[in-house]
């Protein structure tokens, strides 16, 4: 079925159909364009049949209707950064790019509103807010790619979460093509069903998002970031209980754990210390007198805990150098192994230093390279499985040592997905968090939305066999 349902969407007339819809620039054949929209940050790939870029809510509405009219799977797509295999299409799908989409609708400082396209580029919007200070708190640190359609499909968060929340505290209106082509608007309100909360973190299943409301909080005019040193991962996660415990909520709080910090170290080109066996960044933001406050009691904990260590920046380059470290974590795993396994597990914050030592029992239990850093403030670690897909033996391992964290982390009370989403990646352990009953409301509602199951089939919901996908 797959396989014909993929010869109609190359077929020469459909093409030219979607070409006078969006433009002949607005859809992209060849095996090269195709290739370009075939993944994501995960290891998972699959070729689309063709690549569709509208700039209109009209001309999304009008490429759903004809999608679904010929039974060809529509797959929408931000820029392709997240974690979950949310936006990989399969060989038989239109893969539909919102990047053309990406402007400023409303802005309004007096209501701390805006609306913008789905394409929007969550940097640029950071940076053209804090002109006007003013900022929009989620994050992710893929902010200079990942777009704001992207972020609020999968529910994005960020090292700000702890203090500001997530995404889905902040998107207030969307516009929506639903699977058939129909748009429609849903706002946040106390009334009825909330569509608006069903739909953030949706991945792209219910709907296409063509407008985005979001509100906005005024710019914090004072911060004070430090780094504290400790002897390992279970000190540092103590440290983090006994900062909740005291009702100590940062803005930010991060942690990176021994072999992650010498691979930054090693990176940057900067001294190591053999002592450190893994550090936190934390930061408080707000009026003078609120991180002033915070900080005196921050310091006040950790030299009551006997951090090894623990320093703060006096100015913006201070800090910049500081934050270097953690935003360099990625290209500097990227030198370690040619396959990350990025797993964003979340556990209550009083559990995390016995997941701080089942992550360390797990890397002996299967020999598997693991480094650990992330969100620790809220309990989300990303469990970092290094590997090669070329070994199939070492990637075996890997498999089974993410199938126990998993099931370590719902036995602690936690998530198999902090922000990263469930996509393809992890929908085959989704009913073990939920129950039978759980993916039975889960199923009804997609039905309830997409009742031929053409938007982004398989994704959240295992409800087909990915054959066409393939690992890098």
């Not at 929209?37 to 999304?60: G, M, N, R």
């Not at 914050?349 to 809220?378: C, N, W």
């Not at 075996?396 to 602690?412: G, S």
Request: with cysteine; glycine share 10%.
């Amino acid at each position: 079925m797959g396989e014909v349902k993929a010869a109609a969407a190359k077929n020469h007339a459909f093409r030219r159909a979607l070409e006078r819809m969006v433009g002949p620039s607005g859809v992209l054949s060849s095996p090269e364009d195709r290739l370009c929209y075939s993944f994501d940050a995960t290891t998972i790939s699959s070729v689309p049949a063709l690549v569709v870029l509208p700039k209109t809510t009209e001309q999304v509405s009008a490429v759903a209707a004809l999608a679904q009219r010929e039974g060809i799977p529509v797959v929408p797509r931000g820029a392709g950064t997240g974690f979950a295999g949310s936006c990989v299409p399969g060989e038989d799908a239109i893969a539909l790019s919102t990047e053309r989409m990406n402007r400023m609708l409303s802005f309004s400082p007096a209501d701390l509103r805006c609306v913008v396209e789905p394409g929007v580029v969550n940097g640029d919007l950071q940076r053209y807010l804090a002109g006007e200070r003013l900022f929009y708190p989620p994050d992710p640190s893929s902010l200079e790619a990942c777009t704001l359609g992207g972020n609020v499909a999968q529910g994005a968060s960020g090292p700000r979460a702890l203090k500001y929340g997530s995404t889905k505290d902040y998107v207030t209106y969307l516009k929506v093509v639903a699977p058939d082509g129909e748009v429609w608007e849903t706002r946040q309100e106390s009334r009825g069903y909330d569509l608006l909360s069903v739909l953030v973190g949706s991945e792209g299943t219910l709907g296409v998002f063509t407008a985005i409301g979001l509100r906005l909080l005024p710019l914090p005019t004072h911060w004070r970031t430090f780094l504290a040193h400790f002897g390992g991962l279970e000190e540092a996660s103590e440290a983090v209980v006994a900062l909740s415990s005291r009702g100590v909520i940062p803005t930010v709080l991060e942690v990176m754990d021994k072999v992650t910090l010498r691979c930054v170290e090693d990176y940057l080109g900067r001294p190591s210390h053999d002592a450190v066996g893994a550090v936190l960044f934390v930061e408080v933001t707000g009026g003078e007198e609120e991180v002033k406050v915070l900080s005196d009691r921050i310091v006040g904990i950790f030299e009551e805990i006997k951090s090894w260590q623990f320093e703060f920046a006096t100015n913006e380059e201070e800090r910049e150098s500081l934050w270097l470290l953690r935003r360099s974590v990625s290209p500097a795993l990227a030198r370690v192994a040619p396959t990350k396994i990025n797993e964003d597990v979340c556990v209550p914050r009083s559990r995390l230093p016995e997941l701080m030592r089942t992550v360390e029992a797990l890397a002996q239990k299967h020999r598997v390279r693991i480094y650990t850093f992330g969100h620790i403030g809220d309990g989300n670690l990303h469990v970092n499985l290094m590997t090669d897909v070329r070994d199939r033996e070492e990637v075996a391992r890997v498999e089974e040592c993410a199938d126990e964290l998993f099931r370590v982390t719902l036995d602690l009370g936690g998530t198999i997905s902090g922000e990263h989403g469930i996509g393809l990646s992890k929908a085959k352990y989704l009913p073990l968090e939920l129950g039978p009953a759980g993916m039975k409301v889960l199923a009804g509602v997609k039905r309830a939305f997409d009742p031929k199951g053409l938007l982004n089939p398989g994704k959240i919901i295992a409800s087909r066999p990915q054959d066409n996908s393939t690992r890098r």
